[in-house]
């Protein structure tokens, strides 16, 4: 179990942007309490919130992963064995900060297996879809890049987003905690009826613009709570054949329990989650 008697050091990996960072280094209270952003790491030359993650001190290091394979006149996608060389540099860029965990921020490839041993149990991801939603084989109805284009083409009447736990299976592992809904505008409705075209494609970019501006920094800020003080155990969740339900954020900043697991038991308010 991660040592929960001092601010947990998360190291962050992005790509062209890293969503809600800026909230957990300037509106987040857990920050200097029960976590730090040791290092940001990002798949590309550059990122949107580079230099204001800089002016804070916290080192940006870029790994373009196009260029890596391009000056190996390789392909990101068809070369397995230099994609897990890829990643075993970025496992030795991020060792120096000592990182007791990785967020993924906003990151567009899969982790290979040299990356998740490194950090066996102890990556975490922000993904916009409800990973509670699963298929009978336990595959997620959502996955993937387009989970927001994908749950509105389906009909949902809202969308959520979810930080779960990585593991070698893409968006499969254990939803750690759950966003309030996203109401689907009616619109979508009409829309869905007709062949896909600009205007639902700019519903689409609004409506999953909408969620990452709203609630990427306080999710990822409740995970981090509930992981820093042990209120989630990442090693008995990975373990488990049957992991427990997540929890679940409200737009208040309510943070709860979906059911309470064992007679007597109450929903936490932040502030006891803290405590």
């Known amino acids: 179990m991660l040592n929960i008697h ?21 509106r987040s209270p857990d920050r200097g309490v029960t976590f730090e952003i040791v290092c ?18 916290i080192p940006a290091i870029a790994r373009p992963m196009r ?21 075993r540099e970025t496992v030795a860029a991020i060792e ?9 921020d906003g990151y567009r490839y899969l982790l290979t297996p040299e990356f998740l041993a490194a950090y066996s149990a102890r990556v975490v991801n922000l993904h916009f879809s ?26 949902y009447l809202e969308t959520r987003a979810t930080v779960h736990l ?8 254990p939803p750690l905690v759950r966003s309030w809904g996203f109401v689907v505008s009616p619109l979508v409705e009409a829309l869905r009826s007709q062949a896909p075209g600009d205007v639902m494609s700019a519903y689409t970019f609004a409506h999953q613009q ?6 990427s920094g306080p999710l990822m800020a409740a ?37 309470n697991p064992e007679p007597g038991t109450r929903n936490l308010e932040p502030a006891e989650v803290l405590a």
């Not at 391009?70 to 890829?86: G, K, N, W």
């Not at 990585?166 to 592992?173: A, F, L, T």
């Not at 709570?225 to 054949?241: C, F, P």
Request: a negative charge; glycine letters at 6%.
């Open 96 to 104: 120096p900060y000592l990182p007791d965990f990785v967020l993924l």
């Open 67 to 87: 260029i890596f394979f391009e000056t190996r006149h390789a392909s990101v996608f068809q070369d397995a064995e230099l994609r897990r060389a890829y990643d």
């Open 223 to 259: 995970a981090l709570r509930l992981i820093a003080t042990g209120a989630v155990d990442l090693d008995a969740i990975a373990a488990s054949a049957a992991p427990p339900a997540p929890w679940q954020l409200e737009a208040d900043g309510g943070l709860y329990l979906p059911v």
């Open 40 to 57: 940001v790491v990002t798949s590309e030359p550059t990122f949107e919130e580079e230099v204001r993650v800089e002016r804070r001190g």
């Open 130 to 155: 409800d990973l509670t939603l699963r298929q009978p084989d336990g595959c997620p109805r959502l996955p993937g890049l387009r989970a927001v284009r994908d749950a509105l083409m389906a009909g």
């Open 210 to 215: 909408w969620m990452m501006r709203t609630v």
């Open 6 to 26: 001092r601010p947990l050091r998360a190291a962050v990996l992005c790509s062209h942007r890293a969503p809600g960072l800026l909230y957990l280094l300037n």
């Open 166 to 173: 990585v593991n070698e299976r893409p968006d499969e592992g």
